[in-house]
């Protein structure tokens, strides 16, 4: 409970700084729905001449695609910012002042600054998966809403851990905005549902950066198509995923020289 009011009273001062720039909002809602727009374009051209692709109709596509925006939106709302703030502090060795606070560093690295203008691609998000189950009459059962939750919980995990791991590589490295910026541009192969992939492709994105099953594993489950099974590894390799983080996490304070270092 004393870490949840920490997060939340972090939250609260982003959002009060939020409601300062009303208008930044509302282009970045304005910008959001431009870049998903833009997105779709693909995911048009690929279903113009055909009525499915690795097993998903167009509809079926689009979920993965809310869950993708969903899922973009978490991580540039909460994981994001914090993260690049962290690798900063590393740099300037001000993260000294984190680490003497009586609390888990993790958490309050983790928890430091919000982004709420990014809430449009939430937004968004939901307003797609909205649409992708009324073009397909589905209307997913408690079952499967409770299946989604999980799988969603899973995939932030897994999100925020690989954020984590590179995060780490600034106690090493001076410069790590190129491996960000490359993880961003990878991060967009979860738009896409996972059975498109084969060969290399399919492995790394499965096992060694599991993007597409971030956004897959959840469409599946609103769909009523996730089988029990393929939840319960979705939950353990986000379990996994949590354990290596952390001990990544550890090991890289443990080099950490401070300012004064």
Same mark, same amino acid.
């Given at each position: 409970?004393?870490?949840?009011?920490?997060?939340? $009273?972090?939250?609260?001062?982003?959002?009060?700084?939020?409601?300062?720039?009303?208008?930044?909002?509302?282009?970045?809602?304005?910008?959001?729905?431009?870049?998903?727009?833009?997105?779709?374009?693909?995911?048009?051209?690929?279903? &113009?001449?055909?009525?499915? =692709? @690795?097993?998903?109709?167009?509809?079926?596509?689009?979920? %993965?695609?809310?869950?993708?925006?969903?899922?973009?939106?978490?991580?540039?709302?909460?994981?994001?910012?914090?993260?690049?703030?962290?690798?900063?502090?590393?740099?300037? @060795?001000?993260?000294? +002042?984190?680490?003497?606070?009586?609390?888990?560093?993790?958490?309050?690295?983790?928890?430091?600054?919000?982004?709420?203008?990014?809430?449009?691609?939430? %937004?968004?998000?939901?307003?797609?998966?909205?649409?992708?189950?009324? $073009?397909?009459?589905?209307?997913? &059962?408690?079952?499967? =809403?409770?299946?989604?939750? %999980?799988?969603?919980?899973?995939?932030?995990?897994?999100?925020?851990?690989?954020?984590?791991? %590179?995060? &780490?590589?600034?106690?090493?490295?001076?410069?790590?905005?190129?491996?960000? +910026?490359?993880?961003?541009?990878?991060?967009?192969?979860?738009?896409?549902? @996972?059975?498109?992939?084969? @060969?290399?492709?399919?492995?790394?994105?499965?096992?060694?950066?599991?993007?597409?099953?971030?956004?897959?594993?959840?469409?599946?489950?609103?769909?009523?198509?996730?089988?029990?099974?393929?939840?319960?590894?979705?939950?353990?390799?986000?379990?996994? +995923?949590?354990?290596?983080?952390?001990?990544?996490?550890?090991?890289?304070?443990?080099?950490?020289? &401070?300012?004064?270092?």
């Amino acid at each position: 409970m004393r870490y949840a009011r920490l997060i939340a $009273t972090q939250a609260r001062v982003s959002f009060l700084l939020l409601l300062q720039y009303r208008a930044d909002f509302v282009i970045s809602l304005f910008l959001a729905a431009f870049w998903t727009l833009s997105a779709i374009v693909p995911l048009l051209v690929l279903y &113009s001449d055909r009525d499915s =692709v @690795g097993g998903w109709s167009w509809g079926e596509a689009l979920v %993965v695609v809310g869950w993708f925006n969903v899922l973009k939106g978490v991580q540039s709302i909460v994981i994001q910012p914090s993260m690049n703030q962290a690798v900063e502090q590393i740099h300037k @060795g001000t993260l000294d +002042f984190v680490l003497l606070k009586p609390a888990d560093a993790q958490i309050l690295v983790s928890a430091q600054r919000f982004d709420f203008r990014q809430l449009s691609d939430v %937004v968004i998000g939901c307003v797609i998966l909205g649409y992708a189950l009324a $073009t397909l009459g589905v209307v997913p &059962s408690l079952g499967a =809403v409770a299946q989604t939750v %999980v799988a969603f919980a899973s995939a932030v995990a897994l999100l925020y851990s690989i954020w984590v791991m %590179v995060m &780490s590589l600034a106690f090493v490295f001076v410069k790590v905005d190129n491996l960000t +910026f490359l993880f961003q541009s990878l991060f967009d192969a979860a738009r896409w549902p @996972g059975s498109i992939y084969r @060969g290399a492709f399919a492995f790394v994105f499965t096992f060694v950066l599991p993007l597409t099953l971030m956004t897959t594993t959840p469409a599946l489950a609103l769909l009523g198509r996730l089988a029990a099974r393929e939840l319960l590894l979705a939950v353990a390799g986000a379990a996994l +995923f949590i354990l290596v983080s952390r001990w990544v996490w550890t090991r890289s304070v443990a080099r950490y020289t &401070s300012a004064g270092g």
